[in-house]
C-alpha cells in the first residue's frame, strides 16, 4: 500500500478525521472510516479512529489502498477534442463520463489518461495522480478545461486559478425562471451535513460566489450564463438548487425527473463553454469556446418546441 505522509493542513485543523482525510484524498467517508478501523491512519505516530479531531501542527501518516486505476492502461477517449496545444498548455473538450485525473474508486475514463494514450506529455508538477492539473471539471459536466503540459504552465495557471483571473463561463439550463434575471449568488458551500456525496449552501462552508445571466426562457426552464468567480466543489449545481431553480437533469440536487425525462438527459445540463486567460508564457489572453454537446442540444430543442 502506498503511504501518504504529510502535516494536517491549517483549512482541515479542527475537523473529524473521518470529515477531513474524505476531502482531502478524494475519498469517501465510509472508506476513511474502514482505513482508522484497521489502523492504518496515524497522527504523530499514534493509531487514531474515524472521529479523532484534528489539531494544526499534528502529522498525519495514512496507509492508502491501492487505486483501481493504477493496473488500468490509458486509453483514447471518443469525444474527447483537443482545442489548443502548444509547448505549455493543452485545451480540451472533455465529454460527459470522463474524470479530471484517476482517484481511488474511479475506473472510468480520465482526461489525463487519454491524454496519455493520445502521446501527450504533461507537466510533473503536483500530486502523482494529478500530474499537470490545475483545475477540473465534475465527471458529469462537459466542456473546457486546460491541463498544464510545462512546469511554467502548471505554476502560472494554478496561482490564476487560486487568484481569480482565469475566466470560466459556463452555460447552464436551469428549471424554472429565475427572478431577477440576471445576478449574483454568494453563499458559502460545504459538506452537505447528511449526505456525504453531496455538497450545499451552509453557514461554516467556504465563501462561494457566482454571477448569472439569462440569455433565453424557455418552457419551463431557462439558458443562463453563469461566470464562476470561486471555484468549489459542484458550486452552480449547489448555488442553482439552493435559489430554487437547479439544474435541469440534475436530480442530486433537486432536478424534477419527469422533465429530465422528457427531454432525455441522464446528467446534469451544465457545460463550460469558454475558458479565458493570460497564456503563462506570453502573457497574451488566450480564449477557447466550446459548443453543445448533442444531449444537451436535444435537450434545448425539446424544450424550445
Partial sequence: MPVRSLPVPDGLAGERLDAALARLLGLSRTKVAELAEAGAIEVDGVVVGKSHRLLPGSWLEIELPDPDVATTPPEPIPGMRVMLDD??????????????????????????????????????????????????????????????????????????????????????????????????????????????????????GKPSV????????????????????????????????????????????????????????????LHAMRLGFDHPRTGLWTEVTSEYPADLQHALEVLAG
Fill in 210 to 269: 457566482t454571477h448569472y445571466e439569462t440569455l433565453e426562457g424557455l418552457r419551463a426552464a431557462s439558458l443562463l450564463e453563469i461566470r464562476l468567480e470561486t471555484g468549489r466543489t459542484h458550486q452552480i449545481r449547489v448555488h442553482s438548487s439552493a435559489i430554487g431553480h437547479p439544474c435541469v437533469g440534475d436530480l442530486t440536487y433537486g432536478a424534477d425527473p419527469v422533465l429530465a425525462e422528457e427531454v432525455g438527459l441522464t446528467r446534469q445540463w
Fill in 87 to 204: 509547448e505549455d498548455v493543452v485545451v480540451v473538450d472533455k465529454p460527459v463520463g470522463v474524470a479530471a485525473h484517476p482517484s481511488p474508486g474511479w475506473t472510468g475514463p480520465t482526461v489525463i489518461g487519454g491524454l496519455a494514450a493520445a502521446g501527450y506529455r504533461v507537466s510533473t508538477s503536483g500530486p502523482a495522480e494529478r500530474q499537470g492539473i490545475v483545475h477540473r471539471l465534475d465527471v458529469g459536466t462537459s466542456g473546457l478545461m486546460v491541463v498544464a503540459k510545462s512546469d511554467l504552465a502548471y505554476t502560472v495557471l494554478k496561482r490564476a486559478f487560486k487568484e481569480r483571473t482565469v475566466a470560466k463561463i459556463y452555460h447552464a439550463l436551469v428549471q424554472g425562471h429565475p427572478d431577477p434575471t440576471r445576478g449574483t449568488i454568494d453563499a458559502p458551500i460545504g459538506r452537505h451535513p447528511t449526505h456525504d456525496y453531496r455538497w450545499a449552501v451552509v453557514s461554516d
